[in-house]
């Protein structure tokens, strides 16, 4: 993967010692590929590297935002 990686907030995933990490990923498979907003999860607080991640295009952030309220509201 490529791209220009900008970091825009990290917070405490509950319950554990990890983080999850949200950041910007400017061209991510190449040249001309569109932008996605990224999520990481790390179990652990001094991983390098997330366990998990997701990448989100910016076509697609509000439908999963509302998705996500959704999913909020069943909890």
Excluded: C, F
Excluded at 16 to 26: D, F, L, N, V
Excluded at 35 to 61: C, M, Q, R, T, Y
């Amino acid at each position: 993967m490529s791209g220009t990686v900008t970091s825009i907030d990290e917070m405490t995933l509950s319950g554990t010692k990890g983080k999850i990490t949200i950041s910007t990923i400017a061209q991510p498979y190449g040249p001309e590929s569109e932008s996605v907003a990224s999520i990481g999860i790390n179990l652990k607080a001094d991983a390098d590297e997330p366990e998990w991640k997701v990448h989100i295009p910016k076509s697609n952030i509000d439908q999963v935002i509302e998705a996500l309220q959704k999913a909020k509201e069943t909890l």
